[in-house]
Structure formats: structure tokens, C-alpha cells
């Protein structure tokens, strides 16, 4: 079946730092890749996506390629801020009968000043 | 727009008792989900719903039963509540396909004595 596997946190960077998430999925077909951005006491937000291979989602600074030939989707950016401090996640949705998200077990990013 | 609006944000109940975790959206999505936020253990799927009269199982469907009624509704029912339901519950909703990424509610943490 399909799964998502994200690196193990928690993470921790000093501020303006560069931060890579791993994650890599397992999938039949051609799922559409995201991530969720979850701050504390809150939902989980959509931070970006991309929906077919090459295509590079990006938003407040992060990025994610997806490469069908690794099948990956690193969460990246230049240089964090301390505001970053969240749990990530990724996620993939191979269903597009039911739009079923299958989540990867969510990353905690901190970051200090 | 309100998006997802779940209530209430906080609730305890006693072993044994029932409840409603109510999710209501006004973005016209015909896609609704609900899904539990254990530690360690990341997002897990209950029960989905593709359209109003459609429901359907996820991961984890034991001991919740859902309805959909209309298009904004998507009420979670807790029968006899256990200790092993104390979880933070999730509502979300998305457009069709696979591709248009869910919009989450902001939670209902449960806590069950």
C-alpha cells in the first residue's frame, strides 16, 4: 500500500540556518505530494504541493521537488527564522476518487535565536 | 470564509459516555475527513465521506460512527467512550481529486477519564 516515511525529529537550528526534511513516499501511480505545517495548539495548514514529477512546490520561503525517480519530496529552506519552529508533515494522496491523505509521522523542527 | 469549524475545542468525558464532535465547512467541498493525532504516531484516518450520503472507513474506524447528511456537515459520534479514544481529533475537507490538498479544522482535543 502507499506510506510516507519522514525523517525522525526533533530538529534542531540556530536561526538562519539551512533546513532539508526528508521524506520519501511509497505509491502506485502518480500521487500528488504535500506539506503540512502544524504550529503549536493549532490545525495542520497546507504549506505547499506539487501534483506531477519535476514540479517544485514553494511557499514563505520553503521548497519541495518532487522526483519520481527517488521517490522523494525534501522540505527545504534557505534560512529558517525562529517563527519556524513547527511540526511538519508530508503526505501524498494516490486516491483521486477519495482525495485520502496518507501522512508521514510529522517532523519537529526548532529553532533558536 | 470560517473554512472547517470544529466544535468544541475541549472536552472530557467519563468511560462509557457519548458524544458528538461536530465539523461543519462553507468552501462547498465535497470531500470531509476525520482524523485522530496521537503522539508519535502522526495523523490517522477514522472515517471519510466523498459527498453528502457517502461515508466510508479509514485506518482506525473502531468505535466512531459518522453521517452526512448535507454538503457542510460531517459530525463525529463517539458511542461508549474509552480511555483510548483521549486523542486530538481533526476535521478536513478538500475539493475532488487528488490534487487539491485538504484544509483541516483547528481540533478537539478529548480527553476521556
Same mark, same amino acid.
Given at each position: 500500500?502507499?506510506?510516507?516515511?519522514?525523517?525522525?525529529?526533533?530538529?534542531?537550528?540556530?536561526?538562519?540556518?539551512?533546513?532539508?526534511?526528508?521524506?520519501?513516499?511509497?505509491?502506485?501511480?502518480?500521487?500528488?505530494?504535500?506539506?503540512?505545517?502544524?504550529?503549536?495548539?493549532?490545525?495542520?495548514?497546507?504549506?505547499?504541493?506539487?501534483?506531477?514529477?519535476?514540479?517544485?512546490?514553494?511557499?514563505?520561503?520553503?521548497?519541495?521537488?518532487?522526483?519520481?525517480?527517488?521517490?522523494?519530496?525534501?522540505?527545504?529552506?534557505?534560512?529558517?527564522?525562529?517563527?519556524?519552529?513547527?511540526?511538519?508533515?508530508?503526505?501524498?494522496?494516490?486516491?483521486?476518487?477519495?482525495?485520502?491523505?496518507?501522512f508521514?509521522?510529522?517532523?519537529?523542527?526548532?529553532?533558536?535565536? | 470564509?470560517?473554512?472547517?469549524?470544529?466544535?468544541?475545542?475541549?472536552?472530557?468525558?467519563k468511560?462509557?459516555?457519548?458524544?458528538?464532535?461536530?465539523?461543519?465547512?462553507?468552501?462547498?467541498?465535497?470531500?470531509?475527513?476525520?482524523?485522530?493525532?496521537?503522539?508519535?504516531?502522526?495523523?490517522?484516518?477514522?472515517?471519510y =465521506? $466523498?459527498?453528502?450520503?457517502?461515508?466510508?472507513?479509514?485506518e482506525?474506524?473502531? !468505535? @466512531?460512527?459518522?453521517?452526512?447528511? %448535507?454538503?457542510?456537515?460531517?459530525?463525529?459520534?463517539?458511542?461508549?467512550?474509552?480511555?483510548?479514544?483521549? =486523542? $486530538?481529533?481533526?476535521?478536513?475537507?478538500?475539493?475532488?481529486?487528488?490534487?487539491? !490538498? @485538504?484544509?483541516?479544522?483547528?481540533? %478537539?482535543?478529548?480527553?476521556?477519564?
Open positions: 500500500g502507499n506510506s510516507v516515511t519522514q525523517m525522525e525529529g526533533p530538529v534542531t537550528l540556530s536561526e538562519e540556518a539551512f533546513l532539508t526534511i526528508n521524506c520519501t513516499y511509497t505509491a502506485t501511480g502518480y500521487p500528488s505530494l504535500f506539506w503540512y505545517v502544524q504550529y503549536p495548539g493549532e490545525g495542520l495548514q497546507l504549506l505547499l504541493k506539487a501534483t506531477k514529477a519535476d514540479d517544485k512546490g514553494s511557499n514563505k520561503g520553503f521548497e519541495a521537488t518532487y522526483r519520481k525517480e527517488t521517490t522523494s519530496f525534501h522540505l527545504e529552506k534557505g534560512s529558517v527564522q525562529v517563527s519556524d519552529s513547527a511540526v511538519y508533515f508530508c503526505a501524498l494522496s494516490g486516491d483521486s476518487n477519495t482525495g485520502k491523505l496518507i508521514g509521522q510529522g517532523t519537529t523542527l526548532q529553532v533558536k535565536p | 470564509n470560517a473554512g472547517v469549524t470544529q466544535t468544541p475545542k475541549f472536552q472530557v468525558l468511560t462509557g459516555q457519548s458524544m458528538t464532535l461536530q465539523c461543519a465547512q462553507d468552501m462547498n467541498h465535497e470531500y470531509m475527513s476525520w482524523y485522530r493525532q496521537d503522539p508519535g504516531m502522526g495523523l490517522r484516518l477514522i472515517h =465521506s $466523498v459527498g453528502a450520503g457517502i461515508t466510508d472507513q479509514g482506525v474506524p473502531n !468505535g @466512531y460512527n459518522v453521517s452526512r447528511s %448535507t454538503t457542510e456537515d460531517f459530525p463525529l459520534r463517539l458511542l461508549s467512550a474509552a480511555p483510548s479514544q483521549t =486523542s $486530538v481529533y481533526f476535521c478536513a475537507s478538500s475539493g475532488t481529486g487528488s490534487s487539491y !490538498g @485538504y484544509t483541516f479544522g483547528s481540533g %478537539t482535543r478529548l480527553t476521556v477519564v
